[in-house]
């Protein structure tokens, strides 16, 4: 979906506090559009500019040994490959992050996220704007269509909730009790809620920027090396954003990757460290006086003038 605007609500009367158009005008002030999706759409777009047989699935990678040439790769299914670098790209729960650095749990922030996809059959005949995140001090949550034809709209919320006492990163939630959280919000939030028979919840993790990204033939990328809240939508645009530059670099680099990897990073870790300090705080286009957003969608991976690698991580949270 083009949307129209991304429109900020206050929580209760509804006020719109701001109104940023996009449809049209993200074409010409970025150079490209802005545009929700389902997940699956997404990946299965990623998927078919692949060439035929690079994904095997079902291979859970537990550990890996660094030889001469070549990098031993270890499955859980006794299986093992070689290859000549390997990409951490595996997520906030990275095993290759913590063969780089070493065990630490990514940190619980004390919210969770519900998730919940609804027909819009179930509406009748009723219209949300295209994206609207409703804020309230405490809590929010984000509506927008997923389906190029409107035909499904997809909410996420912010809820603190002190304790995550679960094993698994989602579990299973009740609709009722996020009914009960938003209780007092607006109509328009209250009639999308009620129409919400299910809903996964999700402990919202992150970790604190840091700086060792890369070591010889191995290297990461998204939330292997940057998690944060999803509170400004940017995560998997961020992994996105990695991975053309690391092509960028090792590109430019065709041989010496180690290389090319210390210079993917410094070009990468303080744009990232940024974007999890603004997700953390989450007033990132709340209000149209305070908002600009030009860094985030003004940024252009492939003219980015290139870092030189010994520059260090500058943006201090
Ligand atoms: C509630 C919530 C809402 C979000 N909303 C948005 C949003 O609106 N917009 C946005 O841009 N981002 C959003 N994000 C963030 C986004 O999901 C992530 O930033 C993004 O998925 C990161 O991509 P990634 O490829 O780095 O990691 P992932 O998408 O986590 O992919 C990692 C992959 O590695 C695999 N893997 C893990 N360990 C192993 C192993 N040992 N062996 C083999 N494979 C392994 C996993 O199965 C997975 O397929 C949201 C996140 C959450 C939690």
Redesign the pocket.
Known sequence: VRPRAFVSRDWDTGAVTLDFALRGVAEERYGAPYITAH?GDLQLALYEALKPGSVRLG????NIELGGNAIDLF?SDGTRAEADVVIG???????IREILLGPEEPIYTGHV?H?SIIPMERFDGHVFEDTTKWWHPDLHI?VYYITSNRSHIYL?SGVPEPEWPQDEWAVAGDPDAVRAAFGGFHDEVQLLLSRCTNVVN?A??ERKPFELWAEGPLVL????CH??K?HM???????IEDAAMLVRCMTQHPTDFGYAFEVYAANRRDRTAKVQHFSHNNDWLQHAETSNPDWVFGYDVFTEPLLTPNTSLKFAD
């Open positions: 997940r291979k859970l990678l537990r499955f790209a595996d997520g906030v729960h990275s095993r996220a998730r984000v996420v999700w919202i993790l990328l998204g939330d292997a998690p944060m999803p939508g940017q995560g998997a645009a961020m992994a």
